[in-house]
């Protein structure tokens, strides 16, 4: 008997230790939580992390503040968010610069593993690349343009906001896909190499749709064709370059949500689950759309999948074309 109650009493003291554990935890979250974007204030990553970031504010009740820590082309903030300790408390806004490009063309090895040291939580908001030219171009479509660059090899130039940009890598992937030969012409930015297209300083241009879009709109610019797998809801009258006769060139520029690995499962659904209603409020999307982008909200395990492919594409890219750039 006394047995008995020594093992009573040994069992109640576990269980009281597990309930005062269970109960003594705050329920996240329960202070402000930090949104590093690796970018200046004013871009779209900027921006439309800061819409996500109020609408999680709203849903959850407590403040998410966005931190722009720039340099190295997003690598310096990045690295912060992922070396954060992992509870919830800092996390990434991740874009393809600094989580799926650098870690793949980067002449030095970048300071994290994006494979192990990060954890994807939802797409934020996602976009294609659109191949533009000015409008007094003589080209019509994407086919005239791949026509006139394989009679003429190495006299056409691709535009791009940048060495290592996303439109530099598209330039890479269209040669690479359409085996072409065609002069790559880097700019410093997005806003001078429009300013140049349309000018007809070099012919084209495979640039993040939002970056041309009002130009596109205004009619200084035509969109020949889009890398997205299927046709832009925003845009859907204009062909993909698969349609077009690019098998295989897909590439898109995206914003996800992002945190340190280890942060635990539940708080990781917790901002999945409210992000992704997030992006199904009308007043959201009529938001997004006006910047060039569409709502992302998958699975973090859809995420992941995303993320392993987008690798896997620029992988392929550096391997067939050794494309490397300097951090």
């Known amino acids: 008997m006394i047995k008995q109650i020594k093992n009573w009493i040994g069992l109640g003291a576990a269980m009281m230790l597990v309930s005062s554990f269970v109960f003594g935890q705050d329920k996240y979250p329960s202070k402000p939580v930090r949104i590093i974007v690796p970018f200046a204030a004013g871009g779209a990553t900027d921006v439309l992390t800061r819409i996500a970031a109020s609408e999680l ?4 009740g407590q403040s998410f503040v966005v931190d722009n820590l720039t340099g190295a082309g997003g690598l310096i903030g990045a690295a912060q968010a992922i070396r954060s300790k992992p ?3 800092t996390l990434l806004a991740g874009s393809p610069g600094p989580i799926t490009i650098m870690p793949v063309i980067s002449k030095t090895p970048v300071s994290f593993d994006v494979e192990k040291d990060v954890v994807p939580i939802t797409l934020i908001a996602d976009s294609p690349g659109a191949m533009v030219v000015g409008k007094n171009s003589p080209y019509k479509s994407v086919q005239e343009v ?7 090899p190495g006299k056409l130039s691709c535009g791009s906001s940048g060495v290592g940009a996303f439109s530099h890598l598209n ?3 269209l040669k690479s896909l359409a085996n072409i030969n065609v002069v790559h012409i880097p700019y410093r930015g997005a806003a001078p190499a429009l300013v140049d297209l349309v000018g007809g300083q070099f012919d ?5 749709y939002p970056s041309p879009q009002k130009l596109i709109d205004s009619g200084e610019a035509r969109a020949l064709g889009v890398t997205s797998r299927v046709r832009f809801p925003l845009k859907p009258t204009t062909p993909t370059l698969v349609e077009s006769g690019v098998p295989g060139h897909i590439m898109s520029a995206w914003i996800g949500l992002m945190a340190p690995a280890g942060t ?3 708080i990781i659904q917790l901002l999945y689950s409210e992000l992704a209603t997030a992006m199904r409020d009308p007043s959201v999307q009529k938001r997004m759309a006006d910047m060039g982008v569409v709502p992302g909200g ?5 995420f992941g999948v995303y993320l392993a492919n987008e690798r896997e594409t620029y992988k392929a890219l550096s391997a067939k074309t050794g494309l ?3 951090q």
């Open 87 to 89: 509870d919830g408390y």
């Open 171 to 173: 330039c890479e992937l």
């Open 264 to 266: 635990p499962k539940d």
């Open 146 to 152: 791949l026509a006139a660059a394989r009679a003429n």
């Open 204 to 208: 084209f241009m495979i640039e993040n």
């Open 324 to 326: 490397k750039v300097d």
């Open 298 to 302: 998958n699975t973090p395990a859809e």
């Open 57 to 60: 504010t709203k849903r959850l």
